[in-house]
């Protein structure tokens, strides 16, 4: 079951009005703490994260010459 950005909606929309159970892919989870929804939330977001492909391409350089005497 991959992870999705509404799963991790749907735990931040728990936290927000200080639920417990939350319904992802049909399922319904119960935690016991909040620290726990957060701890999941948290470990989604990295799984989430890796899944996607990278687009942070290495930054562009730019070096500028002056060839001048300097006037």
């Known amino acids: 079951m991959p992870i999705t950005q ?3 909606d749907a735990l931040n929309e728990a936290l927000a009005c200080g ?3 939350v319904t992802i892919n ?3 989870i119960i ?3 909040i620290d726990e929804i957060i701890r999941a939330r948290n470990e ?3 799984v989430l994260d890796a899944q996607q492909p990278s687009d942070t391409a290495r930054p562009r350089r730019v070096m500028l010459y ?3 005497r300097g006037f």
């Open 31 to 33: 935690y016991r703490s």
């Open 26 to 28: 049909g399922k319904v």
């Open 19 to 21: 639920e417990k159970s």
């Open 66 to 68: 002056h060839r001048g």
């Open 6 to 8: 509404q799963d991790i």
């Open 44 to 46: 989604m977001q990295r």
